[in-house]
Nanobody
Framework: QVQLVESGGALVQAGGSLRISCVASGRTFSGYHMGWFRQAPGKEREFVAA????????YYADSVKGRFTMSRDNSKNTVYLQMNSLKPEDTAVYYC??????????????????WGQGTQVTVSS
């Protein structure tokens, strides 16, 4: 089992920046690929970003490419999502997810076995 706890969600103005975090506990964190997904009210949960278990490869949704950066610190069992140039359409609950171990990172929800409880990010216009 892997337990995931997100934090850092907040209310920010459009154009601002925010970093959210996800701390993992349980099984060996370094062997899991990690992802961030988000869900806005009335919408499906969608892929935002992912990082391979080695940290060497990252993937981003087109809607956030160039604005968001995902990273991981295996020494702290933590992944981060740095969000810059935030837009009102980025408003959502952001979920951290883990999949693996030692499998390829993916943009697909079914490629993840463990999910956090989510953290709310609200961007005001």
């Amino acid at each position: 089992q892997v337990q995931l706890v997100e934090s850092g969600g907040a209310l920010v103005q459009a154009g601002g920046s925010l970093r959210i975090s996800c701390v993992a506990s349980g099984r060996t964190f370094s062997g899991y690929h990690m992802g961030w997904f988000r869900q806005a009210p009335g919408k499906e949960r969608e892929f935002v970003a992912a990082v391979s278990w080695s940290g060497g490869t990252t993937y981003y949704a087109d809607s956030v490419k160039g604005r968001f950066t995902m990273s991981r610190d295996n020494s702290k069992n933590t992944v981060y999502l740095q969000m810059n140039s935030l837009k009102p359409e980025d408003t959502a609950v952001y979920y951290c997810a883990a999949g693996g171990p030692y499998s390829m990172a993916t943009t697909i929800r079914t490629g993840y076995d463990y999910w956090g409880q989510g953290t709310q990010v609200t961007v005001s216009s």
